[in-house]
Structures are given as structure tokens and as C-alpha cells.
């Protein structure tokens, strides 16, 4: 198992071409105009890889308590490589042939669990998810193919009691220690309807002497 390591972009490049330069196998994973693209070289005949790229995200909540997952499906290299393909237009044992079909024969997974019931899962990127039930909060997605064009993933999860206190508590594997999340939502109650306001502050020159009064304003 070879485990990478982040440096600057500059220095990570001409690591990876010294590697190659002695005849040493070399992987580089760099971001290229929001892309992920990854380089691998001097790969023996018959030799089989697999490069496994971990995405860690935040989640965020929509307006009706559901979580929103995004992964963004387009930036990895899959989505590269098929697009060089279908432009191509070649076959061969060392490509997925895509020039006429409508869906990729590589599979999406998921294993979602949660503290609280789940009331809802749903994709409208990817509408024909399959989902397996394994408790009340606990279920499997997964995706057989990716239709054609690639697009990027996103899940909304929904609970029974959105908005509620919640707490989420984390074993490391590696070394025992724990970790705990609390989550609080708070009981906001107006009358007042919410305005977005917008201040726009001329500073062009005649009215410099006017930008001190205006900051206390």
C-alpha cells in the first residue's frame, strides 16, 4: 500500500518526474482547473492498480431540517477519462466502451447512518438510487451504473424530528480514543418579516472627507 503525501504543486511535480527519470513507479493526484487528475507511471505489464480517493465534505442544512450530501462526481477522474473516451471514439481491453450506451458499468455505494430515524432519502441528481434498509437509521444506497453524461451526486436526508437536539458519538478504530458531536438548534419566534438590506458607499475621491462620519453611521 503506497500512502501519498501532500507537498506544494512545484515540488510534488518534480518528485514524481525524478521517480520516473530512475525507472521507479511514481503517482501524483494534482487539481487541474477543478479537476482531480492523477499520473501514474512506470507501470509494468499485466500490473493491476487501484487508486482510492478519500472526499470529505461538510454537510449542510436545508430550510426543511434535510441533509444535503454533494459529491462532486465530475471533479474525479473517472468522469475525465470517459469524456477522453467518447471524444476518441476507440476500444480497446484497457477502456469502458461508451461511444453508444447510455450508463457507465461502475457502481455507487453508500452506507448512511444516523442517530435518528431516517423518514426520507432522495436524489434528484440520480433518481433510480436503491435503497436497503438495514434499522429505522441505518441504510445502504446504491447505484448499479452512472448514466451518461456524469453528473455530480447528491443525496437530501431527511429525519422524523428535524431541528432537534442531537448527539453524535465517534470511535477511532487505530488508537480507542472517542469523540463527540452535540448539535443544538435554536427556537427563533418573530412577528417581524426579514429584509435583506443592501448599503452601497460611493469612495471615490469627493468624498473622502465623508468615509469617518460614514463608518460610524
Same mark, same amino acid.
Given at each position: ?5 501532500v507537498?506544494?504543486?512545484?515540488s510534488?511535480?518534480? /518528485?514524481?518526474?525524478?521517480a !520516473?527519470?530512475?525507472?521507479d ?8 482547473e477543478? $479537476? ?6 512506470? !507501470?509494468?505489464?499485466h500490473? $493491476?492498480l $487501484? ?10 442544512f436545508?430550510s @426543511? ?14 468522469? /475525465?477519462?470517459?469524456r ?5 471514439k476507440?476500444k480497446?481491453? *484497457?477502456? !469502458?466502451?461508451t ?5 457507465v ?12 430515524q ?5 436524489s434528484?441528481? &440520480? ?9 429505522p437509521? &441505518?441504510y /445502504? ?17 431527511? &429525519? ?15 488508537n480507542?480514543? &472517542? ?7 435554536? *427556537? ?5 418579516n426579514?429584509?435583506?438590506v443592501?448599503?452601497? !458607499?460611493?469612495?471615490?475621491?469627493? #468624498?473622502? @472627507?465623508?468615509?469617518?462620519?460614514? /463608518?460610524? #453611521?
Amino acid at each position: 500500500v503506497l500512502v501519498s503525501k501532500v507537498m506544494p504543486k512545484e515540488s510534488a511535480e518534480n /518528485k514524481y518526474d525524478d521517480a !520516473i527519470a530512475r525507472g521507479d513507479g511514481g503517482f501524483l493526484l494534482q487539481r487541474e482547473e477543478g $479537476k482531480l487528475v492523477i499520473s501514474v507511471g512506470n !507501470i509494468a505489464p499485466h500490473q $493491476k492498480l $487501484k487508486a482510492t480517493v478519500r472526499w470529505i465534505d461538510t454537510l449542510t442544512f436545508r430550510s @426543511n431540517g434535510s441533509l444535503r450530501f454533494w459529491l462532486p462526481l465530475q471533479s474525479f477522474p473517472l468522469a /475525465k477519462t470517459i469524456r477522453m473516451q467518447q471524444e476518441i471514439k476507440t476500444k480497446s481491453e *484497457l477502456e !469502458i466502451e461508451t461511444n453508444h450506451a447510455s450508463t457507465v458499468p461502475i457502481a455507487l455505494e453508500m452506507d448512511i447512518e444516523t442517530s435518528r430515524q431516517i423518514s426520507e432519502l432522495r436524489s434528484d441528481s &440520480h433518481p433510480t438510487i436503491q435503497q436497503e434498509p438495514i434499522s429505522p437509521s &441505518h441504510y /445502504k444506497i446504491r447505484l448499479e451504473s452512472l448514466p451518461l453524461p456524469i453528473a455530480n451526486f447528491e443525496l437530501l436526508i431527511s &429525519h422524523q424530528e428535524p431541528n432537534q437536539p442531537n448527539a453524535i458519538l465517534e470511535k477511532d478504530p487505530t488508537n480507542g480514543s &472517542h469523540a463527540i458531536q452535540l448539535t443544538f438548534f435554536p *427556537l427563533l419566534e418573530s412577528d417581524q418579516n426579514l429584509v435583506d438590506v443592501t448599503f452601497v !458607499i460611493d469612495r471615490s475621491g469627493s #468624498m473622502a @472627507n465623508q468615509m469617518e462620519q460614514t /463608518k460610524e #453611521m
